[in-house]
């Protein structure tokens, strides 16, 4: 995750200064500038992610050049074999789209759903040991 997390540091690093010399050529033009910071904050997300990662779970077979095919078999991660959640969170994501047409009220139903939703999927497995499947 090192080399990925330096790929997208290389990446945020040309949108900042891109973003920079934008705003500072286009006087006008802040729509433009606010784009390139954005695209510049994700690509420093992604970045931190890597970075973190590859800090929490050390270097990958992939990484390393003495390492086996053997090395990187096994389970990766754990995968939920089902889950209403993402219905649940589809569904309240619907709802709030609607709700920004027809009136507030619609809209901070769906925004309730969604956020239960959202929690629903980030805790579903949180009580769960490490080392166990399922």
Do not use: N
């Not at 800090?55 to 990766?76: H, I, N, Y």
């Not at 569904?91 to 769906?110: E, M």
């Amino acid at each position: 995750m090192k080399a990925e997390s330096l790929l997208f540091g290389g990446v945020a690093a040309f949108f900042g200064g891109s973003a920079a010399l934008y705003a500072w050529w286009s006087h006008a033009d802040p729509a433009g500038t606010a784009a390139l910071v954005v695209a510049c904050l994700m690509g420093a997300l992604v970045s931190f992610f890597c970075f973190v990662q590859y800090r929490r779970k050390g270097r990958r077979p992939q990484d390393r050049t003495d390492a086996e095919v053997a090395d990187s078999a096994g389970p990766l991660e754990f995968f939920p074999p089902a889950s209403t959640w993402p219905l649940v969170t589809a569904l309240g994501f619907a709802v709030l789209c609607t709700g920004v047409v027809y009136g507030l009220w619609l809209f901070l139903i769906g925004f309730g759903v969604l956020a239960r939703g959202v929690l629903g999927l980030v805790f579903q497995y949180a009580r769960r040991e490490p080392g166990r499947r399922g």
